[in-house]
């Protein structure tokens, strides 16, 4: 009760709320400063002011002064509860505040159990849980109580609306509507319980993958550093080179200038005394001459001059060419296997594709091995499957990205690995990997080594001195290139397509066996 006279002490007599910035007139009376404010400028021009409190009259427009009453209010409000942490109490319990349990929206009273008990026994009355805010459960139009909901506008109605402005639209009790909607609240919290779940394994699966990574970091530094230091000793040693030759040449055509300025005064010397016996009177003189054989004979070492002084003047810069692009080449090659390295996540796992193979060829258990069997294995003839040529494809497919795989060849001198679409010919001559528009391959037979599609065949320079080949695909750049797993690994051959079918890695073996391998 103390706490209300108090309250009632500190309310404005003009706005009937809690005081804001309390100011006091000379009379002693108290106002919030903007109401007595706007009090005053309504008096303005009668003559006078005056209180709205008692009426004194001021012949001038009064000073306002700030109040201890301000302090006052301070710790009033300061010392109660804030509504929401306070709860909800009985409206009817005013002596001491008892928490509610239920509240009337008809009533717009909220009641403790002892009053509920009365309050409840009239059936017109609508109950809820204990609110502080009943105006939201009213009709905003109507000012009714929200008894239904409205399935076709997605909104709460009173009975009022459900013969108005929603009539004829499906109507759902307040009640039913909510478990609706919280019974789809729950499947979409099942939903999110499983997506969270799926999300915490995709974090452990990533968190390992960074482990094995991490572990793996020092090799690839390692290689890595391997690569570049070759690299580096492949560009001196290129430098070097290049610079002697640069050197060499003007030394060269020195060299040839000396040359051919001896030779130049040889000639003025038989010029100068051919000369000399061509103004000689005495016949015998001239005729003794003993060395005008010598000095007739114009040809000697012409064709050699003439050949050196062409080769000079075509000289552009006197280098080894051929060598430079070798050395070039096989930069470029380490360079691009440092690319395949980087960018390319691991090896595909290659599966043979048994429907694929041709009878006379055996698929081994785990379908990475393929060989040459002297017995048909009797397998069904399907269209997928190769009639004329021993050849199995791939179950993989690629239609994008960058891939690599690996091939033990060390089984087979003779054999064609590749890569085909799905669409090659599995019957006739044409149907070979290399032989047709359809497919790529790298081919051997004996000691020969042929990089071959469309029947066209290059012929390798070099024999491959490992037992491993690894293809590689980067099918959006329209390439598939060839390398030979020696130490440093070695560019054989690329093929660059635009492709317009998937691709399936081929195998062909005609003696022996070919395995699939994983790469490193």
């Given amino acids: 009760m103390a ?133 939201s459960r009213k009709c905003s139009i109507h000012n009714k109580i929200l008894e239904y909901f409205c399935t076709e506008d997605n909104t709460c109605a009173c009975m009022l609306c459900v013969i108005g402005g929603h009539k004829g639209h499906e109507m759902e009790s307040l009640d039913e509507a909510s478990e609706k909607k919280k019974e789809t609240l729950r499947n979409v919290l099942q939903n999110l319980l499983t997506k969270r779940e ?136 380490i360079i691009t296997e440092g690319n395949v390295y980087f960018y390319i996540q691991g090896a595909a796992d290659i599966l043979l594709d048994v429907n694929t193979a041709q009878n006379y060829l055996h698929i081994s258990d785990d379908r990475k091995t393929v060989s040459l069997s002297d017995r048909n294995q009797n397998r069904p003839e399907t269209p997928e499957r190769f009639q004329y040529y021993s050849q199995v494809l791939s179950s993989r497919r690629f239609s994008s990205g960058r891939h690599y795989w690996e091939v033990d060849v060390g089984g087979s001198d003779r054999w064609i690995v590749g890569m085909c679409y799905p669409s090659i010919e599995r019957g006739g001559e044409q149907s070979g990997i290399g032989y047709n528009k359809k497919s790529w391959g790298l081919y051997r037979k004996g000691d020969q080594y042929v990089v071959t599609h469309d029947s066209k065949g290059i012929r390798l320079p070099t024999n491959i001195s490992s037992n491993r080949v690894r293809i590689y695909l980067d099918y959006e750049a329209g390439q598939i290139s060839f390398y030979d797993l020696c130490d440093p690994i070695r560019h054989l051959h690329t093929f660059t397509i635009t492709f317009t079918e998937p691709l399936h890695a081929g195998i062909f073996v005609y003696k022996g066996y070919i395995k699939m391998c994983g790469g490193e």
């Fill in 198 to 333: 799926e999300t915490e394994e995709r974090v452990q699966s990533l968190q390992e993958h960074r482990r094995k990574v991490e572990e793996k970091a020092a090799g690839d530094t390692k290689r890595v550093t391997v690569l570049f230091r070759d690299l580096r000793r492949r560009l001196e040693d290129l430098e070097k080179r290049i610079l002697r030759e640069i050197s060499g040449r003007a030394e060269r055509i020195s060299i040839s200038i000396q040359d051919l300025e001896i030779k130049k005064e040889e000639l003025s010397r038989k010029m100068r005394h051919i000369e000399e016996l061509c103004n000689m009177i005495d016949p015998v003189t001239v005729l003794r001459e003993s060395d005008t054989g010598d000095l007739c004979d114009t040809k000697d070492g012409d064709n050699e001059d003439r050949e050196r002084h062409e080769k000079l003047l075509h000289d552009v810069g006197g280098l080894d060419v051929a060598g430079i692009s070798h050395t070039l080449h096989t930069l470029s090659d």
């Fill in 3 to 135: 706490s209300a006279d108090l309250r009632a002490e500190l309310e404005c007599s003009i706005c009937l709320n809690i005081y804001t910035d309390p100011v006091m007139l000379r009379c002693g009376h108290n106002f919030c400063r903007v109401c007595i404010d706007r009090v005053l400028d309504t008096q303005e021009g009668s003559g006078g002011y005056s209180c709205p409190e008692c009426r004194e009259k001021f012949q001038d427009r009064p000073a306002l002064h700030t109040n201890i009453i301000n302090n006052i209010m301070e710790n009033f409000l300061s010392a109660q509860p804030d509504q929401e942490e306070a709860g909800v109490f009985c409206t009817h319990c005013v002596d001491s505040p008892v928490p509610a349990v239920r509240s009337c929206l008809r009533c717009e009273v909220s009641l403790c159990d002892k009053h509920l008990r009365v309050h409840k026994k009239s059936p017109e009355h609508i109950l809820c849980d204990p609110t502080l805010s009943m105006e």
